[in-house]
T-cell receptor, first 116, second 114 residues
Framework: QKEVEQDPGPLSVPEGAIVSLNCTYS??????FMWYRQYSRKGPELLMY????GNKEDGRFTAQVDKSSKYISLFIRDSQPSDSATYLC????????????????FGQGTILTVHP | DGGITQSPKYLFRKEGQNVTLSCEQN?????MYWYRQDPGQGLRLIYY???????QKGDIAEGYSVSREKKESFPLTVTSAQKNPTAFYLC?????????????FGPGTRLTVT
């Protein structure tokens, strides 16, 4: 079983729809969570990060973390064709001193297409 | 303009040849990373370096080598021992191992070995 599971999709939605992207993880020691967006043949770009359970909002994007269920989500409101990309969740372990072990563990990525 | 540069964007090599991928950052970040991405898969960590002159193996280090002689540079050599080298290679950096922990990526190098 992979440490981080993410449905690869593909997911196709009409413009204006609310999109929900999800990851589950098995290691309760993961403490810091990130979402990346990757356009075709490009490097991933950081969208959002959070380390606490609850919601974090940034414009049309909301990141949600439920540590008790080991589940994170990214919601996109009013989706646009420019949101069409692969979305990767990532998370990291921290040692007791708060130092990252230097490794991000990534989900497989979900391919999203928003059609006009 | 701060960022991470990787060169070249596309690279073609014959089987049995070593090849070195360049990664430079001007973000003044301490930590740097190399990932490999294959179609339909997430990113897998090859090597990482948290400080100059020090680096650690990631999950798939076999057949790869790195050096970190300068803070700004972290080149990756794909050796002939790497059994399946054709992939998309991504370099990343982060401010410091003690946080913030977000990693920032370069544009990638697509390596094709025939």
């Amino acid at each position: 079983q992979k440490e981080v599971e993410q449905d690869p999709g593909p997911l196709s939605v009409p413009e204006g729809a609310i999109v929900s992207l999800n990851c589950t993880y098995s290691n309760s020691a993961f403490q810091y969570f990130m979402w990346y967006r990757q356009y075709s043949r490009k490097g991933p770009e950081l969208l959002m990060y959070t380390y606490s359970s609850g919601n974090k909002e940034d414009g049309r994007f909301t990141a949600q973390v439920d540590k008790s269920s080991k589940y994170i989500s990214l919601f996109i409101r009013d989706s646009q064709p420019s949101d069409s990309a692969t979305y990767l969740c990532a998370m990291t372990l921290l040692d007791p001193g708060g130092t990252s072990y230097g490794k991000l563990t990534f989900g497989q990525g979900t391919i999203l297409t928003v059609h006009p | 303009d701060g960022g991470i540069t990787q060169s070249p964007k596309y690279l073609f090599r014959k089987e049995g040849q070593n090849v070195t991928l360049s990664c430079e950052q001007n973000l003044n970040h301490d930590a740097m990373y190399w990932y490999r991405q294959d179609p339909g898969q997430g990113l897998r960590l090859i090597y990482y370096s948290q400080i100059v002159n020090d680096f650690q193996k990631g999950d798939i280090a076999e057949g790869y080598s790195v050096s970190r002689e300068k803070k700004e540079s972290f080149p990756l050599t794909v050796t002939s021992a790497q059994k399946n080298p054709t992939a998309f290679y991504l370099c990343a950096s982060s401010i410091a191992p003690t946080g913030p922990y977000e990693q920032y990526f370069g544009p990638g190098t697509r390596l094709t070995v025939t």
